[in-house]
Antibody, heavy 120, light 109 residues
Framework: QVQLQESGPGLVKPSETLSLTCVVS?????????WAWIRQPPGGGLEWFGS???????YHNPSLMSRVSISVDTSKNQFSLKLSSVTAADTAVYYC?????????????WGQGVLVTVSS | EIVLTQSPGTLSLSPGERATLSCRAG???????LAWYQQKPGQPPRLVIY???SRATGIPDRFSGSGSGTDFTLTISRLEPEDFAVYFC??????????FGPGTKVEIK
């Protein structure tokens, strides 16, 4: 059973960098697949940040690319997100997910999400 | 940048009724790579349909997807109590690589 679990601070100050990690269990990242980060503001819609392959290859949402860094640590079977220069607009539930068949078959496994609040 | 719109914003129906949700894209969706997700309060989205019409693992056959190009539909043939939720459509392939619609809330009438 594939499981994903996000972790990171629930409160980040404005202008600082948000850092989150997603630990994957029940499946080896080295088996392939792209792994994605998505967020959802309270009561809002879903926004994709970017995705990473086990080899480290990434692609990003152009609207966020300048502030986003995604990395993978296959030895720990996890991948991470860094979002710099955060503002209150970055307050959201952050999810990690697996892309099925490279993405053409959607995002088939999701973590439970972690709420990150940006506030001083 | 591809933009997805969903209608209606809210659908008020009774259990047993048929639900028809619409998703329209501002440009053609690549190879009809269109997915639908169900989200209940406090839970992550759950993949329901991918590739326009393929049901995800464990999804009952009362859920069906159709459409092509820029217009897509999710149909729930007979609503069960557990189907009342928010549904998002999502395209893959255009920029941004994943784009989501704003969602349709299916609520109990």
């Amino acid at each position: 059973q594939v499981q994903l679990q996000e972790s990171g601070p629930g409160l980040v100050k404005p202008s600082e960098t948000l850092s989150l990690t997603c630990v994957v269990s029940g499946f080896s990242i080295n088996q392939g697949y792209y792994w994605a980060w998505i967020r959802q503001p309270p009561g809002g819609g879903l926004e994709w940040f970017g995705s990473i392959y086990h080899s480290g290859g990434t692609y990003h949402n152009p609207s966020l690319m300048s502030r986003v860094s995604i990395s993978v640590d296959t030895s720990k079977n996890q991948f991470s997100l860094k979002l710099s220069s955060v503002t209150a607009a970055d307050t959201a539930v952050y999810y990690c997910a697996r892309q099925a068949s490279g993405g053409i078959a959607g995002l088939d496994y999701w973590g439970q999400g972690v709420l990150v609040t940006v506030s001083s | 940048e591809i933009v997805l719109t969903q209608s209606p914003g809210t659908l008020s129906l009774s259990p047993g009724e048929r639900a028809t949700l619409s998703c329209r894209a501002g440009q053609r969706v690549s190879s009809d790579y269109l997915a639908w997700y169900q989200q209940k309060p406090g839970q992550p989205p759950r993949l329901v349909i991918y590739g326009t019409s393929s049901r995800a693992t464990g999804i009952p056959d009362r859920f069906s997807g159709s459409g092509s190009g820029t217009d897509f539909t999710l149909t729930i043939s007979r609503l069960e109590p557990e189907d009342f939720a928010v549904y998002f459509c999502q395209q893959y392939g255009s920029s941004p690589l994943f784009a989501f619609g704003p969602g349709t809330k299916v609520e109990i009438k």
